[in-house]
């Protein structure tokens, strides 16, 4: 008698779960500008408190400084918010 073992290729288990930690993503200093031309644009606004080179964080409705915490609401805008229905 002889037991014929078959082999069965193993599979990766892992990445199954999608078990991968988040990596921070560390935003480069580049990418609160934006090359045109000859021209730098910025495409953040910085604190009007801290001086240029604090950019401000964007959120939803405002700007953020995380540096002294100040706070600019952006101008409203046509947004999608049903404020009447008609
Ligand atoms: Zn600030």
Same mark, same amino acid.
């Given at each position: 008698m002889s037991e014929e073992f078959e082999?069965?290729? %193993?599979?990766? %288990?892992? %990445?199954a779960r999608g078990g991968e930690k988040r990596k921070r993503k560390e935003k480069k200093i580049s990418a609160f500008y934006e090359m045109r031309q000859d021209q730098l644009k910025r495409l953040r606004p910085t604190c009007e408190r801290c001086g240029p080179g604090y950019f401000m964080a964007q959120h939803q409705d405002r700007f953020t400084c995380g540096h002294c915490g100040l706070t600019r609401y952006k101008p409203a805008e046509n947004t999608n918010q049903k404020t009447s229905a008609p």
């Open positions: 082999e069965e290729p %193993k599979r990766d %288990k892992e %990445k």
